[in-house]
C-alpha cells in the first residue's frame, strides 16, 4: 500500500509516469480516468491520482493490472447492482479493498436499469450486451434517473459508502459501474463540485464519457438501427447528455440547497467528515 504523503509527493514529481499508466489502462478500459488534476479554486486544486472513475474493470490484462497497481489503487467502490456484479465479477491480481455500494437498488426498472444492461460487456467478449428493447422515455427518462440520484435511499446510502470509503483509504480509489458513464458520472460530479471545480469543467469532464465511448457503441447503435429499434430511444441510454447532470444538480439545489447539503442532509455525513474529504482531495 502506498503511503498517502510518499503517493502525493510521487505524481508531483512524476506527473508524466501517471499519465503514461493511465493511457495503458485506457487501452483496455477506455472511459478510465483521473477526476483529479482540475482547479478548484484560487490556488486550489483537486489533488490527481486521488479518485479515478471508470467502466467496470472486468478480466484487466496483466499489463493494465500492473498499471493500476503501479497507480496506487487500493479501493475499488462498485455502483452496480446486485445482478451486474454477479454476471460480470471484477477482481484484480493484487492487493486491493472492494466496497460494495449498489446505489440503484431501488431504482430497477428505470433509466439506471436498463443503461447498465445496455452498457455491459459480456465475460470475454468485445460486444455490447444491447436491451432487446429501448425503454420510452428517452431524456425524459434519463433526467429522472439522476433526480433519483439524489433522492433514492439506496443511491444516498450507496453514495455515502463511496464518500466514507474515500477518506478511509490511504491509497487511490476507483469508482464504476457499469459503463463508467451515469451512475460514476454522478459520483465524480458532485464530489468535483464540492471539491470547487468551476460547473463548466465539471460538465466537460461529465460529457467527455461520450468521446470515450464512441467506438465502443458504433457497432451497437448501428445493430439498433439494423433491427428497425428506436435509435434515439438507445441514444439516449448511452449518451452522457447535460441535461442529465443539470437535473441532478437543480434537484440538489431545489431539495438541500447546495451540494454541502446535499452531503450532509442527503448522504448523512458529518462536518468533520467533508473537512477530512476537502483535505485529503485538495491540494
Same mark, same amino acid.
Given at each position: 500500500?502506498?503511503?498517502?504523503? #510518499? ?16 493511457? @495503458? ?5 477506455? /472511459?478510465?480516468?483521473? %477526476? ?17 472513475? =471508470?467502466? +467496470?474493470? *472486468?478480466?484487466?490484462?496483466?499489463? =493494465? ?6 497507480? &496506487? ?14 454476471? %460480470?465479477?471484477?477482481? %484484480?491480481?493484487?492487493?486491493? *479493498? ?7 437498488? /431501488? %431504482? ?7 443503461? !447498465? ?6 465475460? /470475454? ?34 453514495? +455515502?459508502?463511496?464518500?466514507?470509503? @474515500?477518506?478511509? =483509504?490511504?491509497?487511490? *480509489?476507483?469508482? #464504476? ?11 465524480? $460530479? #458532485? ?12 460538465? +466537460?469532464?461529465?460529457?467527455?464519457? /461520450? ?8 457497432? +451497437? ?7 428497425? !429499434? ?7 441510454? @448511452? ?17 438541500? !440547497?447546495?451540494?454541502? &447539503?446535499?452531503?450532509?442532509? !442527503? ?8 473537512? $477530512? ?7
Amino acid at each position: 500500500m502506498m503511503h498517502e504523503r #510518499f503517493k502525493s509527493l510521487f505524481y508531483e514529481r512524476e506527473p508524466e509516469v501517471h499519465t503514461e499508466l493511465s493511457s @495503458i489502462v485506457q487501452e483496455e478500459f477506455s /472511459n478510465f480516468r483521473d %477526476l483529479g488534476g482540475l482547479p478548484a479554486g484560487t490556488g486550489r486544486s483537486f489533488r490527481p491520482g486521488m479518485v479515478f472513475r =471508470t467502466q +467496470a474493470l *472486468t478480466s484487466p490484462s496483466t499489463k =493494465t493490472s500492473h498499471a493500476l497497481a503501479a497507480l &496506487g489503487l487500493t479501493n475499488l467502490v462498485d455502483l452496480r447492482m446486485d445482478h451486474e456484479r454477479l454476471r %460480470l465479477p471484477v477482481e %484484480l491480481p493484487f492487493d486491493v *479493498t472492494y466496497v460494495i455500494a449498489d446505489v440503484a437498488g /431501488n %431504482l430497477s426498472g428505470n433509466g439506471a436499469a436498463a443503461a !447498465g444492461a445496455a452498457m455491459s460487456v459480456t465475460a /470475454n467478449s468485445n460486444r455490447d450486451f444491447i436491451a432487446p428493447v429501448a425503454p420510452t422515455g428517452g431524456k425524459d427518462m434519463m433526467m429522472d434517473t439522476y433526480r433519483k440520484f439524489v433522492e433514492a435511499p439506496s443511491a444516498r446510502a450507496g453514495y +455515502a459508502v463511496y464518500v466514507r470509503s @474515500i477518506i478511509e =483509504t490511504d491509497g487511490a *480509489t476507483a469508482v #464504476f459501474c457499469a459503463a463508467g458513464k451515469d451512475r460514476t458520472g454522478w459520483a465524480a $460530479a #458532485f464530489l468535483q463540485s464540492f471539491i470547487g471545480v468551476e460547473d463548466s469543467l465539471v460538465m +466537460a469532464a461529465y460529457t467527455d464519457s /461520450n468521446e470515450k465511448l464512441v467506438k465502443r457503441y458504433a457497432q +451497437a447503435t448501428q445493430d439498433v438501427r439494423s433491427s428497425g !429499434g428506436d435509435v434515439d430511444a438507445f441514444l439516449a441510454l @448511452i449518451n452522457s447528455h447535460p441535461d442529465y447532470l443539470d437535473a441532478a444538480f437543480a434537484h440538489v439545489k431545489s431539495q438541500y !440547497g447546495d451540494i454541502e &447539503g446535499y452531503l450532509v442532509e !442527503g448522504l448523512g455525513l458529518s462536518t468533520q467528515e467533508l473537512a $477530512a474529504l476537502e483535505s485529503r482531495l485538495v491540494s
